[in-house]
């Protein structure tokens, strides 16, 4: 079993659309997690971190449930320049190791 | 502006032929570390450097080497590269080595070994 795993996709929306993803999480211990947002060819960028408690930052809202060990993402009035792979990400231990799920595609339609 | 830098962009090399990628961070951060790309399998660690001279192996070492002689520079080594060593490589760095800090990553090199 992969340590963090994602659905590939492709998610493909129309605009002003709400789409979520999920990821798994193998690790019980696992104390910190994030979200980064790849677009094609490009290097990853942190979207956001999720803590226990939600995190919302505008159109974005992550959350993480321990006891099921997921997290997810949630995005509101989906943008055409939201288009982008996003990967979730696994964080920390002695060695700030990240762990990274393959990413989920996003394509949002005009 | 903080950035992490990556040299080069896109490079085409034969087999056995030595190269070196550098990377270089302007932020002062004391954890750096390199990963590669590849379809379906995202993205892997070959090696990181907690502080300077202090380097170990990440899930993929094999094939590579890395130094960390000053805190802004971690340059990966392909002493002998092999066409299993094409992929989509970025450096990272962040803050200290505790886990809940943002990775910063430079834009990649494209690596393809005939």
């Known amino acids: 079993r992969k340590e963090v795993e994602q659905d590939p996709g492709p998610f493909n929306v129309p605009e002003g659309a709400t789409v979520a993803f999920n990821c798994t999480y193998s690790n019980s211990a696992s104390q910190s997690f994030f979200w980064y947002r790849q677009d094609c060819r490009k290097e990853p960028k942190l979207l956001m971190s999720?803590?226990?408690s939600g995190n919302e930052d505008g159109r974005f809202t992550a959350q993480l449930n321990r006891a099921s060990q997921y997290i997810s993402l949630l995005i509101r009035d989906s943008k055409l320049s939201d288009s982008a792979t996003y990967l979730c990400v696994e964080g920390g231990g002695a060695t700030n190791k990240l762990i990274f799920g393959t990413g989920t595609l996003l394509a949002v339609q005009p | 502006e903080a950035q992490v830098t990556q040299n080069p962009r896109y490079l085409i090399t034969v087999t056995g032929k030595k190269l070196t990628v550098t990377c270089s961070q302007n932020m002062n951060h004391e954890y750096m570390s390199w990963y590669r790309q590849d379809p379906g399998l995202g993205l892997r660690q070959i090696y990181y450097?907690?502080?300077?001279?202090?380097?170990d192996k990440g899930d993929v070492p094999e094939g590579y080497k890395v130094s960390r002689k000053e805190k802004r520079n971690f340059p990966l080594i392909l002493e002998s590269p092999s066409p299993n060593q094409t992929s989509l490589y970025f450096c990272a760095s962040s803050f200290s080595s505790r886990g809940n800090t943002e990775a910063f990553f430079g834009q990649g090199t494209r690596l393809t070994v005939v």
């Open positions: 450097s907690m502080n300077v001279e202090v380097t």
């Open positions: 999720v803590y226990s």
